[in-house]
């Protein structure tokens, strides 16, 4: 197991070797997350590799990643933990055939051997001497009930369940939270974290992002990509292309076995960087060949 880096220039370097390139600020606000051990909420726009930190931190630190994935309608039965019912109803119905104790049963029924652990709950009891990171996804996608109950795990780092009593961890699980910031996330929670905002990329660090990611792009196709996609997102557009789609784009344009970017090429895999048919239609004629233009260096 890795260790945790012990300054702002060593965290960078870590992310770094594992092909993450951070700004400052963002090296910044994770090592302080590792060494105050809180949790970190980042926010921006979808695609511009929130989610990528904690799995490089993972891979760096050498900790299992538990991710779990929010959604509209997720509980604590899918976030947390839930019983088994359909083995709780077996041992019930073969206890009343041999005429067990009903007491004793009703202990034994809810006893750890019947507990599904979910994604909250295995983070928190995680392996000794090897706490892992935990990833809560798009937390702006939950219902606000949900995100109240999170304020017990993300202060104390534990959970109550009734039948059990309450589970702390040994050692706090490194947690980074994502928000895609569909809606705000509370005051209450957002105390209980670091934060972080996550901007799109300035040219400089999406440029070597892009060459540290596919290093097999052709120079000029790799820094007109980039030149492109810079100029795209000024654009008044419904959702511009995060760092994910210029890396998709890339990859996309190397199939075809691009090396120049034209207004054929442009348009052909428009889908692979733009999501939605009304800004693909916008960009499309006029506009592709104006972004090309300003995008392309004068002889």
């Given amino acids: 197991m890795s260790r945790i880096p012990d300054s702002i220039d060593a965290t960078a ?18 090592f302080l997350t590792l060494r105050l051990g ?20 993972a891979t760096a630190l050498d900790r299992d990643l538990i991710r779990l994935q929010c959604y509209e309608g997720l509980d604590v039965a899918s976030a947390v933990y839930e019983w088994n019912h359909a083995r709780q109803m077996m041992e019930i119905r073969l206890a009343e055939a041999g005429r067990a104790d009903r007491a004793a049963l009703d202990r034994d029924i809810y006893s750890d051997r019947f507990l599904l ?12 001497g090897r706490a892992p990171v ?11 009930p949900f995100e109240a109950y999170l ?17 702390r961890a040994a050692e706090p ?3 980074i939270v994502t928000s895609n910031r569909t809606r705000e996330i509370h005051d209450a929670l957002k105390r209980r974290c670091l934060y972080h905002w996550v901007d799109y990329p300035t040219r400089e660090r999406e440029h070597a992002i892009l060459v540290r990611k596919i290093p097999q792009a052709p120079a000029a196709l790799a820094d ?11 654009l008044e557009l419904y959702k511009p292309p995060g760092v994910a ?3 998709d784009w890339a990859r996309a344009l190397i199939a075809l076995d691009r090396d120049t970017l034209d207004a054929e090429a442009v348009e052909l895999t428009l889908g692979t960087l733009l999501k939605y048919q009304d800004d693909i239609g916008s960009v499309r004629g006029d506009t592709t060949r104006r972004l090309l233009a300003d995008a392309t260096p004068s002889p």
């Fill in 13 to 30: 370097a870590l992310l770094e070797a594992h092909d993450y390139v951070a700004d400052r600020s963002l090296a910044t606000s994770i």
């Fill in 38 to 57: 809180r949790p970190l909420l980042m926010e921006g726009e979808a695609g511009v590799g929130k989610t990528e930190v904690a799995k490089v931190l």
């Fill in 117 to 128: 652990r979910r994604p909250l709950l295995r983070a928190l009891e995680g392996t000794p």
């Fill in 134 to 144: 935990l990833l809560i996804d798009e937390l702006d996608r939950t219902d606000e």
């Fill in 151 to 167: 304020l017990e795990v993300l202060s104390d780092f534990q959970v109550t369940i009734p039948e059990l009593g309450t589970i």
């Fill in 173 to 175: 699980p490194i947690v």
């Fill in 224 to 234: 007109a990509i980039v030149d492109f996609v810079q100029r795209l997102r000024g």
């Fill in 245 to 247: 789609e210029t890396l």
